[in-house]
């Protein structure tokens, strides 16, 4: 069945830098588009960053405002990963991660376009 671990989380400094990874099984993963989620407490799951299924497809990325110039998602094909490297952390970016796979080459940060999910990967930005 699909499966989605997230790992890669952690505590760090304001200014700091982590590198999530999201390693997947269960499917075929040039045909899935995969997203990157988070869920900060008392606030709605919100979309980060999303890649394109790469058969058929292009490969695109697309990331939401707040992250844009300071996260970049890539998928590793040979390892079935999909890592999000996030740059510049604010406090703000404190949340649960998630990663989420959908079959497609659509790109797409809305929760609701996401079958599968892992169990998420805490991120604290704190000094």
């Known amino acids: 069945q699909v499966q989605l671990v997230e790992s890669g989380g952690g505590l760090v400094q304001p200014g700091g830098s982590l590198r999530l990874s999201c390693a997947t099984s269960?499917?075929?993963?040039?045909?899935?588009?995969v997203g990157w989620f988070r869920q900060a407490p008392g606030r709605e799951r919100e979309g980060v960053a999303c890649?394109?299924?790469?058969?058929?497809?292009?490969?695109?990325?697309w990331y939401a405002g707040p992250v844009r110039g300071r996260f970049t998602i890539t998928k590793d094909n040979t390892n079935d990963t999909v890592i999000l490297q996030m740059n510049s952390l604010k406090p703000e970016d404190t949340a649960v991660y998630y990663c989420?796979?959908?079959?497609?080459?659509?790109?797409?940060?809305?929760?609701?376009?996401?079958?599968?999910w892992g169990q998420g990967t805490q991120v604290t930005v704190s000094s």
């Open positions: 890649i394109s299924g790469t058969s058929g497809g292009d490969g695109s990325a």
């Open positions: 269960g499917f075929i993963f040039d045909f899935y588009a």
């Open positions: 989420a796979a959908e079959p497609g080459t659509g790109t797409s940060l809305n929760t609701n376009d996401y079958t599968y």
